[in-house]
């Protein structure tokens, strides 16, 4: 396909977002853009900064795993957030995140895409995006936040490290230029930004795009396993379980599998 860089100029070209994207920082290596945009975030970069890469050496994936994509064909990027939340409720980043990349791969590429619990964006089933939401407090207020996100773009089967995982490119049988589409996640990441800081958590539309609940699960939790319904999720994004016993476990986070029936 033709050369697909990503450029500031380009990205910023008709961008038109209130927050997102103020200042984007395009780097062509780093360990780990959310690292990169943790010390930038300490440093007193603003709200709405977006960090970008288009290679990492040490991607960071959620509970300590990494994250692998070769440079150039995937979105890996970091988003500094200064959100009005309690620390309680930074898990509605990750779930307005998960809606955003929803909706822009509907709006840029017509694919439909499933959100599983907690973090992470299907397409026909297998992971396509994942998001990395971390955070620092100051009392009961969140100072800043990282949302970090990778999404598999123009990767084709060889590329992807994980068996059940999937790109934009193999979905739709060709190679996508990676430049629109980074902008319509933008455009639709800042209106729901916009949305939660006026005090409207995505919840309710989170819970309704998981394909999780509903289903007999397994949730590992650290060391233990737990079985039984995905009945709901809270406000805090934690997957409510409904186990055998009948007693409700409340799950905060962890890796959900399709439970044998
Ligand atoms: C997961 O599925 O466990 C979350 C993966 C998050 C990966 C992205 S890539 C850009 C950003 N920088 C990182 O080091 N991680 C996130």
Redesign the pocket.
């Known amino acids: 396909m033709h050369h697909d860089a990503l450029s500031e100029a380009q990205i910023l070209d008709g961008l038109g977002t209130l927050c997102l994207g103020q200042r984007i920082l395009l780097y062509e290596r780093v360990?780990?853009?959310?690292?990169v945009?943790r010390s930038l975030a300490a440093a007193g970069e603003p709200d709405g900064t977006v960090v970008i890469?288009e290679e990492?050496t040490?991607?960071?994936?959620?509970?300590g795993?990494t994250?692998l994509?070769p440079g150039g064909t995937?979105l890996?990027?970091?988003v500094i957030f200064r959100p009005c939340l309690m620390p309680e409720r930074i898990q509605a980043l990750t779930m307005m995140t998960a809606l955003a990349l929803r909706d822009a791969l509907l709006l840029s590429t017509a694919l439909r895409a499933e959100v599983k619990w907690p973090?992470?964006v299907l397409l026909s089933g297998r992971?396509a995006?994942?998001?990395?939401t971390e955070a620092r407090t100051m009392g009961t207020s969140v100072e800043f936040a990282v949302v970090?996100?990778?999404l598999n773009v123009n990767q084709q089967e060889g590329a992807l490290p994980i068996p059940d995982a999937t790109s934009v490119a193999l979905e739709l049988g060709h190679p996508v230029p990676r430049v629109p589409l980074l902008q319509t996640i933008l455009r639709c990441l800042d209106r729901r930004y916009q949305r939660l800081q006026g005090g409207q958590p995505p919840t309710a539309e989170w819970a309704a795009a998981l394909v999780t609940l509903g289903q007999r699960v397994q949730v590992v939790c650290g060391e233990r396993t737990y079985l039984g319904l995905a009945e709901s999720v809270d406000d805090s994004g934690a997957l409510l379980l409904r186990l055998d016993d009948g007693q409700l476990f409340r799950a905060p986070a962890g890796d959900v599998h399709t439970a044998p029936a």
């Open positions: 360990d780990s853009t959310n690292s945009a890469a990492q040490a991607g960071r994936g959620r509970l795993r994250w994509a995937a890996l990027l970091s973090n992470d992971k995006a994942g998001i990395l970090g996100i990778g």
